[in-house]
């Protein structure tokens, strides 16, 4: 069975920087989409930060030049690093994928979440 992993969240001091990460565990056959969302109580989940299987990335305008989303197709690997956070980053991330599970059969898959929060 697919699952996504997610690993890197906690507590930062605001200025400071910190790294998610997202593994897949399980037989897969590949990926297409990966990225990040994030939700705080009361709110829907937002889209943070994309990118495509040919690596072209897509940024929430509030992450733009603060925010930088990678990925590693030989360890079938999503990372997002945040730098200059600010308080009103606090949220729980959570890892999303779209991913080929064989040749011809596809789904959508999240990660179990990591709070982030950013405060003094």
């Known amino acids: 069975q697919v699952q996504l992993v997610e690993s890197g969240g906690g507590l930062v001091q605001p200025g400071g920087s910190l790294g998610l990460s997202c593994s897949v565990s399980g037989s897969i056959f590949s990926i297409n989409t990966m990225g990040w969302y994030r939700q705080v109580p009361g709110n829907q989940r937002e889209l943070v930060a994309v990118?495509?299987?040919?690596?072209?990335?897509n940024y929430a305008d509030s992450v733009k030049g603060r925010f930088t989303i990678s990925r590693d197709n030989a360890r079938n690997t999503a990372y997002l690093q945040k730098n200059s956070l600010k308080p009103e980053v606090t949220a729980v991330y959570y890892c999303n994928e779209y991913i080929h599970t064989t040749q011809r059969d596809w789904g959508q898959f999240w990660g179990q979440g990591n709070q982030v929060t950013v405060s003094s």
């Open positions: 990118i495509n299987s040919d690596g072209g990335t």
